[in-house]
């Protein structure tokens, strides 16, 4: 059984930091392209980045550029979002996604289309 789980979420205040986690079980991240979304209160689900599976490119939407990293521990079976300088507007649940190679053009676009497996998310609010 496939699990995609994110962790790592919670309160912070503005211009602080989290370190999200998505670790996955019964396959092997390596082989998929990973993206990350997030969904806030009564807004449409967001492709935030995307990391490829065969060249390790990083892409993200412009919002976060140079705020947040995207990164992959083969050895863990995990992929990171670091996000620093974090504001109220990066409020919102984050999910993990997996894409077979096929689908790495969607992941680096951010749009959905073409993933294999979902985590359940992880709850970041950032407020003072």
């Known amino acids: 059984q496939v699990q995609l789980v994110e962790s790592g979420g919670g309160l912070v205040q503005p211009g602080g930091s989290l370190r999200l986690s998505c670790a996955a079980s019964?396959?092997?991240?390596?082989?998929?392209?990973i993206g990350w979304f997030r969904q806030a209160p009564g807004k449409e689900r967001e492709g935030v980045s995307c990391?490829?599976?065969?060249?390790?490119?990083?892409y993200y939407v412009d919002s976060v550029k140079g705020r947040f990293t995207i990164s992959r521990d083969s050895a863990k079976n995990t992929v990171y979002l670091q996000m620093n300088s974090l504001k109220p507007e990066d409020t919102a649940v984050y999910y993990c996604?997996?894409?077979?190679?096929?689908?790495?053009?969607?992941?680096?676009?951010?749009?959905?289309?073409?993933?294999?497996?979902w985590g359940k998310g992880t709850l970041v609010t950032v407020s003072s």
């Open positions: 996604a997996a894409y077979p190679k096929r689908y790495s053009s969607y992941c680096q676009r951010g749009r959905s289309y073409g993933v294999d497996y």
């Open positions: 019964g396959i092997t991240l390596d082989y998929y392209a």
């Open positions: 990391i490829s599976s065969s060249d390790g490119n990083t």
